[in-house]
């Protein structure tokens, strides 16, 4: 299903000509409670600091690791990198769950993603959420 995805074409192309943060988007899109300001900000600089240290430079290997002919080489960054991802997930669910939240009622999610990335199209926003139902 990810493989043929709207929503992952539109979240690739996001990661590599925007440098978004695709677990933080998703995590964003799906994490059912409102947080405040504050909350949102401490999810995102923790998410970014781990993307920016671990998995783009995980991710910067694979690419190069690509153009070799080494395609275990390839494979095992692939899986490194999409190990990073998945503790990177692991990590906002567990901080996300220890927030307690402003407002148990559900959240709009058009408008916690226009505020989050206020730099994205609003076109593209309302598009990926449109894939990802």
Do not use: H
């Not at 504050?38 to 190069?64: E, K, M």
């Not at 690509?66 to 567990?94: F, H, N, T």
């Amino acid at each position: 299903m990810w493989e043929q995805s709207d929503a992952r074409k539109i979240l690739l192309r996001w990661q590599d000509e925007r440098g978004i943060d695709v677990m933080f988007v998703l995590f964003a899109c799906w994490y059912p409670c409102r947080l405040n300001a504050d909350q949102w900000r401490t999810l995102q600089g923790g998410a970014q600091d781990w993307n920016g240290r671990i998995t783009r430079r995980v991710r910067a290997l694979r690419r190069r690791i690509r153009r070799l002919d080494w395609p275990q080489g390839y494979q095992a960054s692939l899986r490194l990198e999409l190990a990073a991802e998945r503790v990177e997930a692991a990590w906002l669910v567990k901080t996300g769950a220890a927030r307690k939240p402003t407002d148990p009622s559900k959240p709009d999610r058009q408008r916690r993603m226009r505020r989050l990335f206020p730099d994205l199209p609003a076109s593209e926003i309302d598009t990926l959420l449109q894939a990802l139902t």
